[in-house]
C-alpha cells in the first residue's frame, strides 16, 4: 500500500485494476463511499447501507479492554449477519428510535491503495453523537476510528471491510442496538 | 378513567407487600441509609479470579458502598482485596484497572506495599518520622474476601460480618453444577452509568413480565413450549432463583444456530438459568453464555452497572468464539437484549423524579408462572428487614389509604 493524502499525489501514474478513469475519480469514490456510509446510517436507511456493502463485507466492533487487558468484540458479522440484524432491528426497543438521533462525524485520515489498485485501506476519525428529540441537546456518544478496506471493481467502490474501533467503551446509559 | 391527585396517591387494593412507595427510588435519605444499613454489611461479588490470573496481578473495583478497592493476587497466589487508599494521605494507590506488580507504590509519595498489605517503604522515614511512625502500623486496610461459588471474589467491608455460606445459603445451588464443572473465564466485560435507581435494575432483572419488552426474549421464550412453566422460587436472605427452560434460539432472527448448540458443562443445551442475589447482584446462564450483574449505587437517581461475561477456561479456540459471540451479540453494549432494559429503567426514573408524587409502584402479580412477582415481593421484605421500614410505607406518613 502506499498512502496518500490527495489523488494528485498518487506515485504510480493512472489507476490499473479498478476501473476508474482517473485517479481523481478513484479517491472521490473511496471518500464519498465512507461518508455514505454514515450518512445512510444517519437517516435509519438500513438498506441504503447494504446497498454500499460488498457481498463480501465482514463488520466488527473491537475496543482493548484495560480491565481485561485484552481486546473485546462486541459485534461480528458478515454480510448477511448484518443484513438480519438491520432488518430485526426495527422490531427491537432502542434509544435510537425513542429518545435520541444518532449522528455520526467523520473525518478520512489516511487513504492507501493496494499494488492491483482494487483496495484502499482507509482510516477515519469518528465521533458518535446523541441529540435528544426532546429539547434537542447534543452530547457526545463515542469517539472511534474506522479502519476500512474499500473494494474498488468496475469503477464502483464498495465496503468491504469495516472495524469500528472504539475508544470509547461506556456508551451513554443504554448501549446502542443500532451499529456505528 | 384518569384519576385525579387523591386518587393517583391512593394505596392501591392490594396487600402492602404487593406494591412499594416510589420514593424508595428517589429520596437521597433513604438512599445513604441503605449505604449505611445494607451496602456496608453484605457481601457482594467485586470481580472473578480470572480478571488476576498471575501473582502480583491487581484488579481495582469499586464496592458498593462507594469505596474503592483493590483487589491483589499476592506472590503467594492468594486472592486479597484491600481499600485502594494510601495509608500516607489518602491517595488512590492503583490508578490503573487492571496490572501487575509485585509492590504498590503510591504516586504522591512514593509509599510502597508488598502484595499482603504491608507497607515495606516510607520515603525518608527515619528523617521525617524518626521513631514516630512505623511500617508496620501503616499497612493498607484488608477487607474480608472470599474466593468460590464459580471463582467469583466476594467482599464485606463489615469485619464483623457472617460467613458467605450463610448469605448465599442455598441459593446458587441451582447452578452449582455448572459453576464447578469446569473453571470460569471472564471473556466480557462493560459498564454503564445509568441514570436510575439500582433497585429498579434489579427488579428488572428479577420479574420477567418484561419478556414482553424484548423481541429476542418472545421470540425464544415466551411464545415457546415451557415457558409459562417455569416458577420462580425464593430463597433466605432475599435471594431469587427462576426455572430454567429449552429456549428456541433459532426462532430469533438474529442468531446464529451453530454457536447455539454448544452447551455449558455441567448444564443443558440452550438452558436458561437466574439468579438474583439480595442487593445488587444477578446470575443469568443463558448457554452458551454466563452473565454477572453487579452494581454500585451512586446516587438514588444513578447506577453503575458492571457487565461481566464468561466462557469456560481450556475452551476449544471455536467454542470460545461461539461464547464471545454469543454473549456480546445479545449482551454486550451493542447486544439485542440489555440496552431495552436499560432504557426501561431510565424511563421508570424519568416519570418518578419528584418521587412524592409518583404513583406507587405495583409488584403484586401472583400468577402460577415465571411472571409471578414473588421474586420482587422477597426482595423488599428483605430489605424491609435490613432497612427497618415498610417498604410501601418508609416514612409512616403517606396516609392516603386504598379506596373501600
Known amino acids: 500500500m502506499t498512502t496518500t493524502g490527495t489523488a494528485t499525489r498518487e506515485p504510480r501514474g493512472e489507476p490499473t485494476g479498478s476501473g476508474f478513469e482517473s485517479l481523481a475519480e478513484r479517491e472521490k469514490a473511496v471518500r464519498e463511499l465512507v461518508a455514505r456510509t454514515c450518512l445512510t446510517m444517519d437517516a435509519y436507511d438500513f438498506a441504503g447501507y447494504l446497498d454500499l456493502c460488498h457481498p463480501d463485507f465482514r463488520y466488527t466492533i473491537t475496543t482493548y479492554s484495560p480491565e481485561l487487558r485484552k481486546d473485546i468484540t462486541w459485534l461480528d458479522h458478515d454480510f448477511a449477519g448484518m443484513e438480519t440484524l438491520l432488518e430485526v432491528l ?21 487513504v492507501a491503495y493496494s499494488e492491483n489498485d482494487t483496495r484502499a485501506a482507509v482510516v477515519s476519525g469518528l465521533q458518535v453523537f446523541n441529540t435528544a428529540r426532546d429539547g434537542g441537546v447534543t452530547e457526545l456518544l463515542a469517539v472511534a476510528k474506522y479502519h476500512d478496506v474499500v473494494a474498488l471493481e468496475g469503477g464502483e467502490a464498495k465496503l468491504l471491510v469495516r472495524e469500528v474501533r472504539l475508544d470509547t467503551r461506556m456508551l451513554g446509559e443504554t448501549g446502542s442496538l443500532i451499529p456505528f | 378513567m384518569s384519576r385525579n391527585a387523591t386518587e ?10 404487593h406494591y412499594v412507595d416510589p420514593r424508595i427510588y428517589t429520596d437521597r435519605a433513604l438512599f445513604e441509609e441503605e449505604r449505611e444499613k445494607i451496602f456496608k454489611k453484605v457481601w457482594s ?20 458502598s462507594g469505596k474503592e478497592l483493590l483487589v491483589v493476587r499476592g506472590v503467594d497466589m492468594k486472592i486479597r482485596a484491600f481499600y485502594n487508599h494510601c495509608s500516607h494521605r489518602g491517595n488512590l494507590l492503583a490508578m490503573e484497572p487492571s496490572g501487575n506488580a509485585r509492590r504498590i ?66 441459593s446458587l445451588d441451582y447452578l452449582k453444577e455448572e459453576l464447578s464443572a469446569k473453571p470460569l473465564e471472564i471473556i466480557s466485560y462493560h459498564k454503564a452509568v445509568v441514570n436510575s435507581n439500582y433497585k429498579l435494575w434489579y427488579d428488572t432483572n428479577s420479574e420477567l413480565y418484561h419478556d414482553f419488552l424484548h423481541h429476542h426474549n418472545r421470540k425464544i421464550a415466551l411464545i415457546q413450549p415451557g415457558y409459562w412453566d417455569r416458577r420462580v422460587h425464593v430463597h433466605d436472605h432475599g435471594h431469587v432463583s427462576v426455572d430454567s427452560m429449552e429456549c428456541r434460539y433459532d426462532a430469533y432472527e438474529g442468531n446464529d444456530g451453530r454457536q447455539r448448540r454448544l452447551g455449558w458443562p455441567g448444564g443443558e443445551v440452550a438452558c436458561h438459568k437466574l439468579i438474583d442475589l439480595f442487593p445488587t447482584m444477578t446470575f443469568i446462564l443463558r448457554a452458551p453464555a454466563f452473565r454477572l450483574d453487579t452494581m454500585v449505587p451512586l446516587a438514588p437517581d444513578k447506577v453503575a452497572i458492571e457487565f461481566r461475561g464468561f466462557a469456560v477456561k481450556g475452551d476449544s479456540a471455536e467454542d470460545r468464539a461461539a461464547r464471545v459471540r454469543d454473549h456480546n451479540s445479545i449482551w454486550g453494549p451493542f447486544g439485542r437484549n440489555l440496552p431495552e432494559d436499560e432504557i426501561a429503567i431510565v424511563g421508570q426514573m424519568m416519570a418518578m423524579k419528584g418521587g412524592d408524587d409518583s404513583a406507587y409502584v405495583l409488584h403484586g402479580r401472583e400468577e402460577p408462572s415465571i411472571q409471578n412477582e414473588i421474586g420482587m415481593r422477597h426482595y423488599y421484605g428483605e430489605w424491609s428487614k435490613w432497612m427497618e421500614r415498610g417498604a410501601s410505607d418508609p416514612f409512616g406518613n403517606r396516609a392516603i389509604a386504598a379506596a373501600e
Open chain 2, 105 to 170: 507504590t503510591c504516586m504522591f509519595h512514593q509509599w510502597s506495599y508488598d502484595t499482603r498489605g504491608n507497607c515495606v517503604a516510607i520515603t525518608r522515614q527515619k528523617e521525617g518520622y524518626q521513631d514516630r511512625v512505623s511500617r508496620k502500623d501503616m499497612g493498607l486496610r484488608e477487607v474480608r474476601t472470599e474466593v468460590g461459588l464459580g471463582g467469583f471474589v466476594w467482599v464485606n467491608v463489615d469485619d464483623g460480618c457472617g460467613p458467605l455460606e450463610e448469605f448465599v445459603g442455598d
Open chain 2, 8 to 17: 393517583w396517591r391512593r394505596r392501591p387494593t392490594l396487600a402492602p407487600t
Open chain 1, 90 to 110: 426495527p422490531l427491537h426497543a432502542s434509544d435510537h428510535f425513542l429518545r435520541l438521533v444518532m449522528s455520526r462525524h467523520l473525518g478520512v485520515y489516511t
Open chain 2, 45 to 64: 461479588v467485586v470481580c472473578h479470579e480470572s480478571e488476576a490470573p498471575n501473582a502480583g496481578d491487581y484488579r481495582r473495583c469499586r464496592h458498593m
